[in-house]
C-alpha cells in the first residue's frame, strides 16, 4: 500500500498549456480516491503525472514520504488500466493475465498460481481458455483489470475504465471494483467524468473544473451536503442542485418575485446585505407538509415526469423576465398535474447561500441532517 502527497503540483504541457493548477492533496494508505470533472479538465494528465508517464512542472509528489518527482514509471509500484482495454486478441484470457509476468522471466508454477487467484477474484474462472472475441464488454475489462491487478502493486490507477461498457454493465463492475479494492487494498485513484460513478465508488472525491482547478476534496456526503462553492453544487447531484439568483434587501434574498429571509443561512446577516446572491436547493429537498421557518414557493409546474420511485416535476417559479426554472422530486403518489399551480416548501437546513460574485457558500453553521 502506499501513501501520496501533492505540494503545489502543477502541469504546463510544452506549448505552453496549464492543464493542472496547485493540486495540493495526501491521500492515506488503501484510500480510493475518485478524480471527476467535465471533460478536459486535468483529471487524465494527473493521473498520468501520478503515474509518471507526464513530467511534473512544478511542485512535489511524495510517495510514502519519498520524493518521486523523478522517479521511473517502473519504480513507482504502479498499475494502470485504461479506457481502451487492449487485450491481446491472440492470446487466452490466461495467456493475457500472465503475458507481463512471462515477459519478466517469472516461474511458470508462480504465474500459474497467480493467474488463478487473479481469476477468482474477478470471477473469470470459467473463461481462463477463451479468446477476448468471445467474451463480453464487462468481462474484457474485468481482464483489463485483472492484467493490472496480477502484478503486485501499491497503487492502483484507472482512467474511465468503464466508459466502453453499456449502462448494465457498468454498474455491476462499479460494484465489482469497489469488491476487488477492498479485498486488495490497493491505494486507488479512479478517473471519471460521471459523478455517479464517483459517488458510489469514492472514499473521497476531488472535483475539479476546466483549466485544471480543484475545487473540493472530500467524502461524497460532504460533497453532497456541503458543497462549498456553486461549481460543485451545481456539478454533484442528478438532477441538479436548483438556483435562484437575487439581492439581499432588508435581510432577504429578493428574486424572481419571491422575499426569503436569509438568517436562517448566514452567520452575519449585515455583512451579505445588498450582495448579489443565489439560493440553491436540491430537487428532492422540497416537502408538501407546513412546517415553522420553511421557505414557501409558488410554481407553475410544466412537465412531470413518473420514474417509478419518484416524479420530477419541471416547474417555473417567478413571472416574466423573472421567471426560472426548477426541477423538484416528488413522491409519485402526490405528483401535481402539468399546468396546474404548486406550492411547496424548502426545510432552512436544505437551502444554501452563495456569493454570485465569489460563487463561494457563504459562512454559516448549519447541521444538515
Ligand atoms: P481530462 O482527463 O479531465 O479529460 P486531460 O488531463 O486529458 O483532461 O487534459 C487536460 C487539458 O490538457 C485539455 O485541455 C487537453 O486538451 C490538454 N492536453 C492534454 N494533453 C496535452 C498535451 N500533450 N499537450 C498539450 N495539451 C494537452
Request: charge should be negative; glycine fraction near 8%; include cysteine.
Amino acid at each position: 500500500m502506499a501513501q501520496l502527497k501533492f505540494i503545489d503540483v502543477n502541469k504546463v504541457y510544452p506549448n505552453g498549456y496549464h492543464a493542472v493548477h496547485d493540486f495540493n492533496m495526501e491521500i492515506s494508505d488503501g484510500e480510493f480516491i475518485c478524480l471527476v470533472g467535465d471533460s478536459g479538465c486535468g483529471k487524465s494528465t494527473t493521473l498520468r503525472m501520478i503515474a509518471g508517464l507526464e513530467d511534473i512542472t512544478a511542485g512535489e509528489f511524495y510517495i510514502d514520504g519519498k520524493l518521486a518527482n523523478q522517479t521511473s514509471s517502473r519504480d513507482r509500484g504502479i498499475a494502470m488500466v485504461f479506457q481502451s482495454y487492449a487485450l491481446y486478441p491472440h492470446l487466452t484470457v490466461y495467456e493475457n493475465l500472465a503475458f507481463g509476468l512471462t515477459l519478466e522471466g517469472i516461474d511458470a508454477e508462480v504465474i500459474d498460481e497467480k493467474v488463478k487467484a487473479t481469476a477468482k477474484i474477478l470471477g473469470l474462472t470459467d473463461y481462463l481458455e477463451r479468446f477476448p472475441r468471445a467474451l463480453s464488454g464487462g468481462q474484457c475489462q474485468r481482464v483489463a483489470v485483472g492484467r493490472a491487478l496480477i502484478r503486485k502493486v501499491n497503487i492502483f490507477l484507472m482512467d474511465e475504465p468503464l466508459s466502453n461498457l453499456d449502462a448494465k454493465q457498468r454498474v455491476t463492475m462499479r460494484s465489482e471494483i469497489k469488491q476487488i479494492h477492498r479485498s486488495v487494498g490497493a491505494t486507488t485513484i479512479y478517473v471519471t467524468h460521471d459523478q455517479t460513478e464517483a459517488m458510489t465508488m469514492a472514499d473521497r472525491i476531488v472535483v475539479m473544473k476546466s483549466g485544471g482547478y480543484v475545487q473540493q476534496i472530500g467524502t461524497p456526503y460532504e460533497l453532497y451536503f456541503y458543497p462549498k462553492n456553486l461549481f460543485v453544487a451545481g456539478f454533484i447531484g442528478e438532477p441538479p442542485m436548483n438556483f435562484f439568483r437575487g439581492v439581499v434587501e432588508d435581510g432577504k434574498f429578493v428574486g424572481h418575485g419571491l422575499k426569503l429571509s436569509v438568517a436562517p443561512l448566514v452567520n452575519d446577516v449585515s455583512a451579505v446585505e445588498g450582495k448579489k446572491v443565489v439560493f440553491a436547493f436540491r430537487p428532492e429537498a422540497i416537502s408538501l407538509e407546513k412546517s415553522k421557518g420553511d421557505y414557501e414557493i409558488k410554481s407553475r409546474v410544466e412537465l412531470t415526469e413518473l420514474l417509478g420511485d419518484t416524479t420530477n416535476v419541471y416547474a417555473t417559479v417567478g413571472e416574466g423576465e423573472e421567471k426560472v426554472n426548477v426541477i423538484l422530486k416528488v413522491n409519485p403518489h402526490n405528483a401535481p398535474s402539468m399546468g396546474s399551480d404548486f406550492t411547496f416548501r424548502i426545510p432552512q437546513v436544505a437551502a444554501y447561500l452563495y456569493d454570485a460574485e465569489t460563487e463561494e457558500i457563504i459562512e454559516n453553521n448549519i447541521k444538515r441532517h
